[in-house]
C-alpha cells in the first residue's frame, strides 16, 4: 500500500512542480528552484519507489478512470524497478546540476518552462517504464519523445538548433509508428491491451507474425536507442539540447529503449529463435564499432558523447543478443549472466555518460564552445570539472575498477562462455563479435582519451578557454555525486550484482546469485572459468600507489621539480604548436578512410620558388555517409514524388471537373464489369 | 423539439440580417444565440445518447445524429466567439465595413441552420437538399471577402460540389428504386423506414446508387481526388469559416454518405461493398493530402489539405470496419472537428498579425504570440496524431482495426503516410513557431477573447486524449452495433 | 396496360432530350446554347406530363409544370439576361473542337448504354429505358463543362447534369416525393441565382468570364 | 598472496636486466660491442637521482602519471604468474592484467598530451592508433588459451596446461602465440613498429611521449615500460608455453620453474632482438597491415578452436 502512495506521489509531484514552473515563468529564479527542487525530490521518491520494489518484488497499480482500451494500468516488477532507479539516480544529480546550469539562460530564454519541460520528461520516463497498458505505454512514449523535442530546441534561436530537434522529432516518430503497429499486432492476437496477456498470446501466434513484431520493436526501439543507421538523430539532438537535458536523454532516455526491448524479447514474445538474438547482435556490433569510430574523429565534445552513446548502446545490445542466443538454447545461466552484463552496462554507462555530458556543459558554460580545436589547458583553470571528466572518460574507457570496467569485463566473460552453444557457426559469430568488442573498447580508450587530452590538457586554444573560470559549487555537485558513484559502482559491484539478478532471473528464468557473487568476489560462470574482485584491484592499486610514491621519494632524495617551458625544436609555444584534435585522429581517420570517406583538399598558393609557399590550405571533411547515402536519397524520393504528385492541382477548373468525371467513368465501368 | 434547433438559427440569421449597422448588438445577440443554440443542441444530442433515438416524422436523430448535431453546435458556438474578435480586427484594418458584418453573422447563422438540417432529416431528399443549400449558404462566407482569389475559389467550390451533388442525387434516385419493389408507393424515402426493409432492397440498385452517392457527396466531404475545390476554398474564407467547413461541414458530408453505408451494411449486399469504396477513396485522399502537405508554402492551405488527410482516415476507419475501425472513425470525426477548429483559430491569429500566408514569411509566433504560437503548436501535435491528444487515439483505434482485419498493404501505407505527414506538418509548423520574427511585427496577441475558444478547444483534446467521457462512450458503441462493427 | 402512344412519345422525346445533348455540344453560340437546352427542358417537362397521365400520379403533373415554367422559361432567360448584362463574347470557345467533341459524346453514349443495361432489365417502370440516354445526359453535361471554356457554359454544363438527374429519377421511380422534389426545384433555382451573381462578381475582377483564367489558387 | 608478491617484486627487479640482455643481443646481432646487460639499472639509479623539469603548460596529469603507470604494471605482475603458478588471479584475470595495462597506456598518453609540444601528441596519437589494433588482437589470442584451457585466470591457463602435457596442444595455440608475439613488438615499442633508440621525434611514438618526463618521473616511466615488457614476455612464457612453470612451492619445483623461465626468456629476448636486426621499422600507415595480420591470426585462433 505504502509502495502505492509513494508511486501516485511520483506521477502527481513532477506534473505539479512542471505546472508551477511554468506559471512562474517571469521569476526566473524562483522557477528554476522549485523546478529543480521538484525534480530531485521526485527523483528520491523514484528511487524510493524502486528499492521498495525490489524489497517487495512487484507493484500494480491502475489509474482510477477507465478507456477504451482497457484499465490504464501501471506494473513494475523489479526490471522496471531497476531502470526506474538508475533513471531516478541521473535525475538527482542532473537536478542538483541544473539549479547552477538553467541560471545562464536567465534572461535570454524562458527558464521556467525548462524547468516544467523537464519534470514533464523525468515524469514520461518514470511511466514510460512502469506502463502495462499499452496504449498508455505508446502515450507516455510520445510524450518522452515530445517533451525531449521541446528540450531539445529550447535554445531555437541558435542556427540549426530547430532543424535538428525536428529530425530527431520525426526519426522517433517512425519509431513511435513501428511499436504501434507491433502492439497492436499482439493486441489482436491477445484480445487486451493489457501487456501482461503479451507473452500467452505470443505462444499462439505463428512464426512469422511473431517475427514481424520482434522487427518491428526492434525498429521501433532502435530507432530511439540510437541503433546504426537510425541513430543518426543522436548527434544531431544532443548536441543542441542544453546540457543537462542531453545528460538526460543520453544516460537514461535511450535506455528506455533498452529496457522496452529486453521486456520484450524475454518477457513479451518470449525468446524464441537464434536469429533474433544473432540480429540484435550483429546490429549491436555495427552500432558499437561504427558509434565509437566516429566518436573518435569528431571534434565537438558533445557530438562526440552522442557518438559515444551509439557506441555503448551497441555494446547492450550485444550483451542482450548473446543473453538472447543463450536463452534460444535453453542456457538459463549464461542468459542469466549476459542479462546482468547488459544491465550493469546500462547501468554504468547512465553514470559516466550522465557525469561526462555535465562536463561537457561545464566546460560549454565556462568557455562558451563546445569545439575542442578550440579549447585546452581547462584541466589547470577548472581542476574540478577536469577531475571529473577524467573519472568518466576513465570509465568509459573501462579502466579497472571503474563501473564501466566492470560491465565489460561482465560482457566479455558472458561471451567467453559461448563455448557452451553447441552450433559452432553461432560460436564463430559470437567470437567476432567478441573481436568487436575488443576493438570497440580500445577506440574508445582512443576517444576519451583524445576527448580529455585535447580539451583539458596543454594550452589553450582560445581566448575563451584562457579565460574559463570553475562552474558553481551546485554544478560541481552533480557532477561529483556522479563521479563518486562511477568509482563505487565499480567498486562495490559486488554487491550489485546480486541485485541485478534479481532482475534477471525471472526474465532467463535462473537465479546465478549464488554462484555469481563469493563474498567480494565476482565468479560470473559455471564452475571455475574466471574470477575478479573489483574492491581487492581497488585495494591493491591503492596500496601499490601508496608504495611506489613513498619509495620513490625515499630512493634518491627528496629532488627538486622545476618549471621550464616545453620543449618544442625552439618554436614559439603558441596554441598551434600543440597537437590539434583532428591531428590527434588523423592516423585512424586515414586508416579507416574506407569507412569514413574523408575529402580532402590541398591548396598552396605558387610563388616564385617551389620551395617557399606563402599560403597553404589544408581541409579534411568525414562525409556524413549516412545523411549522404540513405536519408537524403530517401527524402529527396519523397519530395519527388509529392511533387509529382501535386501537378493534378492545376488550378483549372476544368481539369478538377475532369477528375470527377473520369472517376464516375471509371467506377461505373468497373462495377458493370 | 428539435425543431428548436431549426427555427433558431433562422431567426437569429434574419435578427442579424435586420439589425445592420449595430455591430455591437449583433456580437452579443449571435454569442447568446449561439450560446443558446449550443445549449438546445448538445441537450438534443445527450438526449440521443441517453434515451436513444428521437423519431419526430420528418425530423429524426439517432447518436449519430446527435454526436453530429454535438459538433455543429459546439463548433459553431466556439466560431461565433472567436468570430467577434477576429471580425472588429478585419474592420479595424479597414477589411470589411459594418453592413457585411450583418450579413457575415447572419449567413453563419443560416450555414448552420442548413448544416443541422442535414443531420436531423430522415427523408435522405432532404438530406441532399440540406447538403447542396449548406453550398449556396457557404459560397457566399468563402466569397466574404470579395477578392479576386475569395472568388475564384467560390466559384470552383460551387461548381464543383453542385457538380458532385447532382450525381448524389442521382444516387439517391436509385436508393429510392431499390426500395419501390419492397415499399410500393408509399415510400417515402425516409431512412428509418429504408432501414425497416434494409434487407429486401434491389443490390444492383444499391450498388450504383452508393457509387454515386460516395462520388457525389464525397466531392463535399473533400475525397480525393475530388477533393480540388476544398483547398481553395478553405483557405480563401474567413478563419472561423474555415473551421466550420474543415471541422464540420466534411463532417455532415461525411455523415450523408455514412447513412448509405450503414444501409448498405444491413442490406443484402453487406458491408463489404461500400467498406471497400471508402478504404479505396480513404487511401486516395491520404496519399494525395499527404504530397500537398509536404510541398505546402501556405499554412491555411496545409490546414485545408490536412483536413482532406483526416477525412481520409475517417474513412479508411469506417472502411476497416469492425470495432475499432467503426469507433475510431467516429471518434476521428469529433477529434478532427476539435483539432482543426483550434489549428484555423491560431492561423487566423497569425494572418492577422503576419498579414501573409506563406510560410516561409512567418517566423517566431513563439514571440510574437506566446499563447497562440502554445496552442498552435499543441494542435499541430494533436492533428499530427501525438499523444496525449485525442487524435492519437482515435488513429490508433483505426489502425488496430486494419491490422485486426489482416489487410497489411493498407495498414503499412496507412502508418507510412501518417510518418510522412507528422514530418511535414511540423517541419511547416516548427519553422513558424520559432525563430527570430521578421522586423516590423509587434508583439502582441491580437486579442484575448480570441484565445477563449482555442483554449477551451485544446483542453478538450487533451482531456480526450486519455479519457472518453462515458455517456459518448456509451453512444459510440451502440453506434457501432448500428455500423455492424459488433459481430 | 401501357398506352402504345403513350410510351411512343416517352421514347420520342427521350429521344429528343438525347438530340438536345449532341446540339447543345455542337452549337458554337451562347444564344443557342441557352436555347437549346430550353427545349431540352421542354421534352421533360413533357416526358413528366406522359408519365403522369400514364400512372396517374398527380405530383408528377407539378413537377412537370415546374420543370417547363423553371427550366424552360425563367433560367434560360435569366442566363441570357446575365450573359447580356456581362456582354460575353457570344462565341462558345470549345477546349475541344466541336468534331471531336461530337465523336467523344457518340462514345459517352454508348458507354452511357453499356453501363445502365443490367439496371434498366432490373426496372420496373414503363418508362425504364430512358435511363441510358438520363446517363448520357449526366456525362454529357459533364462533359462540357469539363470541355468549355467560359463560366456560363458550366453554368448550363450543370443544368443538364440536373436535367439528366431528373429524367432518370422520372424513369426509374416516376420522380420522387413530392417535398422532395420540390426542394430540389428550389435548389437548382436559387442555386443558379447564386451563380449567376458569382458571375458577375468575377465578370466585374477578372473583366472576363472565360473560367480557364480562374487559375491563381493551385499548387 | 606472498609468492604472488615476492614473484612481482622479483619482475620488477629483473625488467632492467631483461631489457639489458635484449640490447646486449642487438649490440651482438648487429656486430657492436654493446653496452653491459647491467646498465639499464645505472641508468635508472641515476635518473632517480636528477631534479625533474616539468612543463610550464602541463597540469597534475603529467605529475601523477610515472606513478600511475608504475602502479598499473606492479599491479599487473601480481596477477601474473612468473616462476610458481600462484598469482593473485582471483583478484583480476587476463582481462584485468590487459586492461591494466590499458590503463598505463592511457596516462602515459595523456601526459604526451599535456605538455602541448606537438611530439607528445604525435606520440600518444600514434600509440593509441596502434593500441586500437592491438589490444583486441591481445585479448583475443589469450582468450584462445582461456578456452583451450578452460579458465581466464592467467595462472589457471598455465597450471592447466602445464599439468596436461601436451593433452591440450591444438593449432590454435600456434596462431594465438603467433599474434600474440606480434602484438607483444608493438606494445612494446619494438621495431618493426617503433624504435626503441630512435633519435628522430617524426618516427618515434613511445619516446615522443615521454619526451617531457625526466629524472625520477622518466626513471618511473622507464622502469615500467621495461617492466611491462617483462611481463609480456612472462606471460607469453607461461600462457603459450608454460610447460616446466612450478606447480608447487618444493624445491626441485622453483629450480624447473627458474630454470625453465631464464631459458623461455632468454630465448624471447633473442628473438626480439633477432628481430629488431633484421627488420627496418615500417612506416607508420604500413602498420595497419601488419597490425592487421596479426589481429586475424588471433580471430583465426579462435575459430579454429571452434572448428577444429
Redesign the interface.
Known amino acids: 500500500m505504502f509502495v502505492d502512495q509513494l508511486f501516485l506521489a511520483l506521477i502527481v509531484l513532477p506534473f505539479a512542480g512542471a505546472i508551477l514552473a511554468a506559471t512562474l515563468n517571469g521569476h526566473a529564479k524562483t522557477s528554476v528552484r522549485i523546478a529543480f527542487t521538484v525534480s530531485s525530490l521526485s527523483s528520491l521518491l523514484g528511487l524510493a519507489v524502486a528499492f521498495l520494489i525490489f524489497l517487495d518484488g512487484e507493484m500494480r497499480w491502475e489509474l482510477p478512470?477507465s478507456?477504451?482500451f482497457g484499465p490504464?494500468s501501471f506494473y513494475l516488477d523489479t526490471l522496471a524497478a531497476f531502470f526506474l532507479g538508475t533513471i531516478s539516480v541521473v535525475t538527482f544529480a542532473v537536478s542538483v546540476y541544473s539549479f547552477g546550469y538553467a541560471n545562464h539562460y536567465e534572461g535570454k530564454y524562458p527558464v521556467g518552462l525548462l524547468g516544467a519541460m523537464f519534470n514533464i520528461f523525468f515524469s514520461s520516463m518514470v511511466m514510460v517504464v512502469s506502463s502495462s497498458n499499452a496504449?498508455l505505454f505508446?502515450?507516455?512514449?510520445?510524450?518522452m519523445s515530445?517533451s525531449s523535442f521541446f528540450l531539445v530546441?529550447f535554445e531555437?534561436?541558435q542556427e540549426g538548433t530547430?532543424g535538428s530537434?525536428?529530425f530527431y522529432?520525426?526519426m522517433t516518430?517512425?519509431g513511435t509508428?513501428a511499436i504501434?503497429?507491433g502492439l497492436?499486432?499482439m493486441?489482436?492476437n491477445s484480445g487486451s491491451f493489457d501487456l501482461s496477456s503479451f507473452p500467452g498470446a505470443a505462444q499462439g501466434m505463428s512464426d512469422v507474425l511473431r517475427s514481424a513484431v520482434f522487427l518491428l520493436w526492434l525498429v521501433g526501439f532502435g530507432a530511439k536507442a540510437g541503433i546504426v543507421p537510425l541513430h543518426v538523430w543522436l548527434p544531431m539532438a544532443h548536441p543542441a539540447a542544453p546540457s543537462n537535458v542531453s545528460a538526460l536523454m543520453s544516460a537514461v532516455m535511450v535506455k528506455t529503449a533498452i529496457y522496452m526491448l529486453i521486456r520484450c524479447c524475454f518477457g513479451l514474445l518470449g525468446v524464441q529463435d537464434t536469429w533474433w538474438g544473432i540480429t540484435v547482435l550483429a546490429i549491436g556490433c555495427v552500432s558499437a564499432l561504427l558509434g565509437v569510430m566516429y566518436a573518435l574523429i569528431e571534434s565537438d565534445i558533445k557530438r562526440m558523447l552522442a557518438f559515444s552513446t551509439v557506441e555503448n548502446v551497441g555494446i547492450m545490445l550485444i550483451a542482450l543478443g548473446v543473453a538472447m542466443v543463450f536463452g534460444s538454447y535453453g542456457l538459463k545461466e549464461l542468459a542469466g549472466l549476459a542479462l546482468i552484463a547488459c544491465l550493469m552496462h546500462v547501468l554504468s554507462h547512465a553514470l559516466f555518460k550522465s557525469l561526462l555530458f555535465m562536463g561537457a556543459g561545464s566546460v560549454l558554460l565556462a568557455t562558451h564552445t563546445k569545439d575542442m580545436e578550440r579549447l585546452?589547458?581547462l584541466?589547470?583553470r577548472m581542476?574540478y570539472t577536469?577531475a571529473m571528466f577524467?573519472i568518466g572518460a576513465?570509465s568509459a574507457?573501462?579502466?579497472?575498477p571503474l563501473s564501466g570496467?566492470i560491465s565489460e569485463?561482465l560482457i566479455?566473460?558472458a561471451m567467453?562462455q559461448s563455448?557452451s552453444i553447441p552450433d559452432?557457426m553461432v560460436?564463430?559469430l559470437i567470437?567476432?563479435a567478441?573481436?568487436t568488442l575488443?576493438?570497440t573498447?580500445?577506440?574508445a580508450?582512443?576517444a576519451f582519451?583524445?576527448v580529455?587530452?585535447?580539451t583539458?590538457?596543454?594550452?589553450p586554444r582560445s581566448r575563451d578557454a584562457d579565460e574559463a573560470r570553475e562552474v558553481p559549487k551546485s554544478m560541481l555537485l552533480g557532477m561529483g555525486l556522479m563521479a563518486a558513484l562511477c568509482v563505487l559502482a565499480g567498486v562495490l559491484s559486488f554487491a550489485i550484482l546480486p541485485g541485478l539478478d534479481q532482475v534477471s532471473a525471472p526474465l532467463a528464468g535462473a537465479s546465478i546469485a549464488d554462484s555469481l557473487v563469493n563474498g567480494i568476489?565476482i565468479v560470473p560462470t559455471v564452475?571455475?572459468?574466471?574470477?575478479?574482485?573489483p574492491p581487492?584491484?581497488a585495494v591493491?592499486?591503492l596500496a601499490?600507489?601508496g608504495?611506489?610514491?613513498t619509495l620513490?621519494q625515499a630512493?634518491?632524495?627528496r629532488?627538486?621539480?622545476?618549471?621550464?617551458?616545453?620543449?618544442?625544436?625552439g618554436t614559439p609555444?603558441t596554441a598551434r604548436?600543440?597537437?590539434?584534435g583532428r591531428?590527434?585522429?588523423?592516423?585512424?581517420n586515414?586508416?579507416f578512410s574506407w569507412v569514413y570517406r574523408p575529402i580532402r583538399t590541398f591548396r598552396a598558393t605558387r610563388s616564385p620558388s617551389p620551395y617557399i609557399r606563402t599560403e597553404m590550405r589544408y581541409t579534411s571533411t568525414t562525409q556524413p555517409v549516412f545523411e549522404k547515402y540513405l536519408y537524403g536519397p530517401t527524402e529527396a524520393g519523397?519530395?519527388w514524388?509529392?511533387?509529382?504528385?501535386?501537378v493534378?492541382?492545376?488550378?483549372?477548373?476544368?481539369?478538377?471537373?475532369?477528375?470527377?468525371?473520369v472517376?464516375?467513368?471509371l467506377?461505373?465501368?468497373a462495377?458493370?464489369l | 423539439m428539435i425543431e428548436i434547433a431549426l427555427i433558431s438559427p433562422a431567426v437569429l440569421a434574419i435578427i442579424c440580417l435586420l439589425l445592420g449597422r449595430h455591430t455591437r448588438a449583433i456580437e452579443a445577440i449571435s454569442v447568446a444565440g449561439a450560446g443558446s443554440l449550443l445549449v438546445s443542441g448538445s441537450y438534443l444530442a445527450f438526449r440521443t445518447f441517453d434515451e436513444g433515438a428521437i423519431d419526430e416524422g420528418i425530423w429524426f436523430m439517432d447518436q449519430f445524429s446527435g454526436l453530429m448535431m454535438f459538433i455543429i453546435v459546439l463548433i459553431g458556438f466556439l466560431a461565433v466567439v472567436y468570430s467577434v474578435p477576429y471580425m472588429r480586427q478585419e474592420m479595424a484594418t479597414g477589411e470589411v465595413g459594418k453592413r457585411k458584418v450583418s450579413y457575415y453573422y447572419g449567413f453563419l447563422f443560416l450555414f448552420m441552420l442548413t448544416m443541422v438540417m442535414v443531420v436531423v432529416s430522415d427523408n435522405l431528399g432532404m438530406v441532399w437538399i440540406a447538403v447542396e443549400a449548406t453550398t449556396l449558404v457557404s459560397a457566399f462566407l468563402v466569397g466574404f471577402h470579395n477578392k479576386a482569389t475569395s472568388l475564384e475559389a467560390t466559384?470552383?467550390y460551387l461548381?464543383?460540389c453542385s457538380?458532385?451533388i447532382s450525381?448524389a442525387l442521382l444516387g439517391t434516385i436509385f436508393v429510392y428504386a431499390s426500395s419501390l419493389p419492397v415499399l410500393g408507393e408509399g415510400s417515402d424515402l425516409h431512412w428509418t423506414s429504408l432501414m425497416a426493409v434494409a434487407g429486401q432492397l434491389d443490390p444492383a440498385f444499391l450498388?450504383?446508387g452508393f457509387?454515386?452517392v460516395l462520388?457525389g457527396y464525397g466531392?463535399k466531404a473533400g475525397l480525393a481526388?475530388?477533393h480540388?475545390?476544398l483547398?481553395d476554398a478553405h483557405s480563401q474564407s474567413p478563419s472561423p469559416v474555415s473551421a466550420l467547413l474543415s471541422g464540420v461541414l466534411l463532417n455532415c458530408a461525411m455523415y450523408a454518405v455514412l447513412r448509405y453505408h450503414i444501409l448498405l451494411t444491413h442490406s443484402p449486399l453487406g458491408g463489404g461493398f461500400s467498406s471497400g469504396m471508402l478504404l479505396l477513396f480513404g487511401m486516395l485522399s491520404l496519399?494525395?493530402a499527404?504530397?500537398?502537405i509536404?510541398?505546402q508554402k501556405d499554412y491555411k492551405r496545409l490546414l485545408a489539405y490536412s483536413s482532406i488527410e483526416h477525412i481520409g482516415i475517417i474513412a479508411i476507419g469506417f472502411g476497416f470496419g469492425g470495432f475499432w475501425g467503426v469507433?475510431g472513425g467516429l471518434l476521428h470525426m469529433l477529434n478532427h472537428s476539435l483539432t482543426k477548429a483550434l489549428l484555423f483559430f491560431g492561423a487566423g491569429n497569425v494572418l492577422q498579425k503576419y498579414g501573409t500566408k506563406n510560410i516561409s514569411e512567418v517566423r517566431g509566433v513563439?514571440r510574437t504570440m506566446p499563447f497562440t504560437a502554445a496552442l498552435l503548436l499543441l494542435g499541430a501535435?494533436a492533428i499530427t496524431g501525438?499523444?496525449?491528444f485525442s487524435i492519437?487515439?482515435s488513429e490508433?483505434?483505426v489502425?488496430?482495426a486494419g491490422?485486426?482485419q489482416g489487410s497489411f498493404l493498407p495498414?503499412i501505407i496507412y502508418?507510412?503516410i501518417?510518418?510522412?505527414v507528422?514530418?511535414a506538418f511540423?517541419?511547416h509548423v516548427?519553422?513558424m513557431i520559432?525563430?527570430?520574427p521578421p522586423p516590423g511585427i509587434e508583439k502582441g496577441e491580437i486579442s484575448r477573447s480570441g484565445l477563449l475558444p482555442m483554449v477551451a478547444l485544446a483542453a478538450a483534446i487533451m482531456i480526450m486524449?486519455?479519457?472518453?467521457p462515458g455517456l459518448l462512450?456509451d453512444a459510440l458503441k451502440e453506434l457501432i452495433g448500428l455500423f455492424g462493427g459488433m459481430e | 396496360m401501357v398506352n402504345d402512344l403513350s410510351l411512343d412519345t416517352i421514347n420520342a422525346l427521350a429521344a429528343l432530350i438525347l438530340l438536345a445533348d449532341f446540339m447543345l455540344v455542337a452549337s458554337s453560340r451562347m444564344r443557342s446554347l441557352t436555347r437549346i437546352f430550353a427545349l431540352q427542358s421542354l421534352a421533360m417537362g413533357g416526358l413528366a406530363a406522359v408519365v403522369a397521365f400514364e400512372t396517374g400520379v398527380g405530383h408528377i403533373y407539378v413537377v412537370a409544370v415546374l420543370s417547363i415554367a423553371l427550366k424552360a422559361v425563367v433560367i434560360p432567360r435569366f442566363i441570357d439576361y446575365t450573359a447580356d448584362k456581362i456582354q460575353v463574347n457570344r462565341e462558345v470557345e470549345p477546349?475541344v473542337k466541336i468534331p471531336g467533341s461530337l465523336l467523344i459524346c457518340a462514345a459517352i453514349t454508348m458507354?452511357a448504354y453499356?453501363?445502365t443495361?443490367?439496371i434498366m432489365e432490373l426496372g420496373t417502370a414503363i418508362t425504364s429505358n430512358c435511363l441510358a440516354i438520363s446517363?448520357a445526359t449526366v456525362?454529357i453535361g459533364?462533359?462540357m463543362?469539363?470541355?468549355?471554356?467560359k463560366a456560363i457554359t458550366?453554368v448550363v454544363g450543370l443544368l443538364v447534369v440536373e436535367n439528366g438527374v431528373f429524367l432518370a429519377a422520372v424513369s426509374t421511380t416516376y420522380s420522387m416525393p413530392m417535398v422532395v422534389e420540390l426542394g430540389v426545384f428550389f435548389d437548382i433555382f436559387v442555386g443558379v441565382i447564386i451563380m449567376g451573381v458569382f458571375a458577375f462578381r468575377i465578370n466585374r475582377t477578372f473583366e472576363t468570364v472565360d473560367?480557364?483564367v480562374?487559375?491563381?489558387?493551385?499548387? | 598472496m606472498l609468492t604472488s608478491m615476492v614473484q612481482a617484486l622479483l619482475v620488477l627487479a629483473l625488467s632492467p636486466l631483461f631489457t639489458g640482455l635484449i640490447r646486449r643481443s642487438k649490440a651482438y646481432f648487429q656486430g657492436r660491442q654493446g653496452a653491459s646487460v647491467l646498465q639499464p639499472y645505472r641508468d635508472l639509479?641515476k635518473l632517480?637521482?636528477?631534479?625533474?623539469?616539468?612543463?610550464?603548460?602541463?597540469?597534475?596529469?603529467m605529475?601523477i602519471t610515472?606513478?600511475?603507470c608504475?602502479?598499473?604494471v606492479?599491479?599487473a605482475a601480481?596477477m601474473v604468474p612468473f616462476i610458481t603458478d600462484s598469482s593473485?588471479?582471483?583478484?583480476?584475470?587476463l582481462?584485468?592484467v590487459v586492461?591494466?595495462f590499458?590503463?598505463m597506456?592511457?596516462f602515459m598518453?595523456?601526459a604526451g598530451?599535456?605538455?602541448?609540444?606537438?611530439?607528445?601528441?604525435?606520440g600518444?596519437?600514434?600509440e593509441?592508433?596502434v593500441?586500437?589494433?592491438?589490444?583486441?588482437t591481445i585479448?583475443?589470442s589469450i582468450?584462445t588459451m582461456?578456452?583451450i584451457s578452460?579458465?581466464?585466470?592467467l595462472s589457471?591457463i598455465s597450471r592447466n596446461l602445464a599439468t596436461s602435457g601436451l593433452d591440450l596442444v591444438r593449432p590454435a595455440l600456434f596462431l594465438a602465440l603467433a599474434a600474440f608475439f606480434i602484438s607483444t613488438l608493438a606494445e612494446n615499442a619494438r621495431v618493426p613498429v617503433d624504435n626503441p633508440s630512435t633519435h628522430l621525434?617524426l618516427t618515434m611514438i613511445h619516446e615522443a611521449m615521454v619526451?617531457?618526463h625526466s629524472?625520477?618521473h622518466l626513471?618511473?616511466m622507464e622502469w615500467s615500460s621495461m617492466t611491462k615488457l617483462l611481463l609480456y614476455a612472462v606471460i607469453m612464457a607461461n600462457v603459450f608455453l608454460p610447460w616446466g612453470i612450478a606447480t608447487d612451492l618444493t624445491a626441485i619445483g622453483l629450480a624447473t620453474g627458474i630454470v625453465a623461465m631464464s631459458l623461455k626468456l632468454l630465448l624471447f629476448g633473442l628473438a626480439i632482438a633477432l628481430v629488431e636486426s633484421s627488420m627496418a621499422k615500417l612506416r607508420?600507415?604500413r602498420l595497419?597491415n601488419l597490425l592487421t595480420v596479426s589481429?586475424s591470426l588471433?580471430?583465426l585462433a579462435?575459430?579454429s578452436y571452434?572448428?577444429l
Open positions: 478512470f478507456s477504451p490504464l496504449i505508446l502515450i507516455m512514449w510520445e510524450t515530445l530546441i531555437h534561436r530547430v530537434g525536428l522529432l520525426i516518430h517512425i509508428a504501434g503497429m497492436l499486432l493486441y489482436v585546452g589547458g584541466a589547470k581542476p577536469g577524467l576513465l574507457s573501462a579502466i579497472p570496467f569485463w566479455f566473460q567467453l563455448f559452432a560460436k564463430i567470437t567476432v567478441l573481436g575488443a576493438i573498447g580500445a577506440l580508450a582512443a582519451l583524445k580529455f587530452g585535447i583539458f590538457l596543454a594550452r568476489e564452475g571455475e572459468f574466471s574470477q575478479a574482485s581487492l584491484i591493491i592499486i601499490v600507489m608504495l611506489v610514491l620513490s630512493y634518491g632524495g629532488r627538486k621539480v622545476v618549471r621550464a617551458d616545453t620543449w618544442d625544436c609555444l604548436t600543440e597537437y590539434s591531428g590527434f585522429s588523423n592516423p585512424i586515414r586508416m519523397v519530395r514524388a509529392a511533387k509529382k504528385i501535386s493534378i492541382q492545376t488550378g483549372s477548373i476544368q481539369t478538377y471537373l475532369g477528375y470527377i468525371f472517376v464516375l467513368v467506377l461505373l465501368v462495377l458493370r | 466559384w470552383k461548381i464543383i457538380i458532385g450525381l450498388k450504383i457509387v454515386l462520388i466531392t481526388p475530388m480540388t475545390w483547398p496519399g494525395v499527404a504530397a500537398f509536404i510541398t469507433f513563439g501535435l501525438s499523444p496525449p492519437f487515439i490508433i483505434m489502425l488496430a491490422i485486426g495498414v502508418s507510412g501518417l510518418v510522412v507528422f514530418a511540423m517541419g516548427v519553422r520559432f525563430g527570430e486524449g486519455l479519457y472518453i462512450g | 477546349l458507354l453499356f453501363v443495361e443490367p446517363f456525362l459533364m462533359f463543362m469539363v470541355s468549355r471554356r458550366e473560367s480557364t480562374l487559375r491563381r489558387l493551385k499548387d | 639509479a632517480f637521482r636528477k631534479d625533474s623539469v616539468l612543463s610550464h603548460d602541463a597540469s597534475w596529469i605529475t610515472p606513478y600511475v608504475m602502479t598499473a606492479i599491479a601480481l593473485l588471479g582471483f583478484v583480476g584475470d582481462i584485468v586492461y591494466l590499458g590503463t597506456r592511457f598518453a595523456l598530451l599535456d605538455a602541448g609540444s606537438s611530439f607528445g601528441g604525435m600518444s596519437s600514434r593509441m592508433t593500441s586500437a589494433i592491438v589490444e583486441p585479448l583475443l582468450f582461456a578456452l578452460g579458465t581466464t585466470d589457471g621525434e619526451l617531457e629524472g625520477k626513471a618511473l607508420l600507415f595497419p589481429f588471433s580471430l579462435v575459430i571452434y572448428i
